[in-house]
């Protein structure tokens, strides 16, 4: 089971984190600057797997994002390498080859792409078609309530 995903930047900014179990604020922010600190430190050449606490942290970089996720010490390292590698390929097709600056203009949409994909620490839905569908109907809800606050506000309805 997923404990946590981070999403952070090569300079340590964190642009994303949706936390699986309960954590005290104070505790979520100190495993994050750990965790940060410590990924960022490492060479590209060394393994995407370390060991943190009780946890297992799997990483992996994608142009100037670190995607990591904590789970369970009896999880499967590639199982979790695979979902980081689905939301990626979630967001490159969303976004149309996926950037740091989508993710901070968008992030609604990010969580949005995360939630569809995993829900409470395990996998959801594993074919991205379903995901974007998803994704597209929640696109349609939006606009329709967007024209409809614009009518309200004219006076036209």
Not at 22 to 46: C, D, F, G, N
Not at 140 to 157: A, C, D, V, Y
Request: net charge neutral; glycine share 4%.
């Amino acid at each position: 089971m997923i404990k946590f995903m981070l999403l952070f930047s090569r300079q340590g900014k964190v642009r994303l984190q949706q936390w699986y179990e309960a954590y005290p604020e104070k505790q979520k922010k100190k495993t994050m600057r750990e965790l940060i600190a410590v990924i960022l430190s490492r060479k590209p050449k060394m393994s995407s797997f370390l060991e943190y606490k009780e946890l297992k942290i799997i990483y992996k970089r994608y142009a100037s994002l670190y995607f990591c996720c904590a789970v369970e010490q009896t999880d499967n390292e590639l199982i979790v390498l695979e979902i980081i590698h689905r939301y990626v390929e979630l967001l490159d097709k969303y976004f149309g080859s996926v950037c740091e600056l989508d993710i901070i203009f968008n992030f609604e949409k990010a969580y949005y792409m995360l939630g569809e994909l995993v829900l409470g620490g395990e996998i959801q839905e594993t074919s991205k078609k379903n995901v974007l569908k998803a994704i597209a109907d929640q696109d349609i809800l939006q606009e329709e309530h967007e024209s409809r606050n614009l009518l309200e506000e004219i006076g036209l309805t």
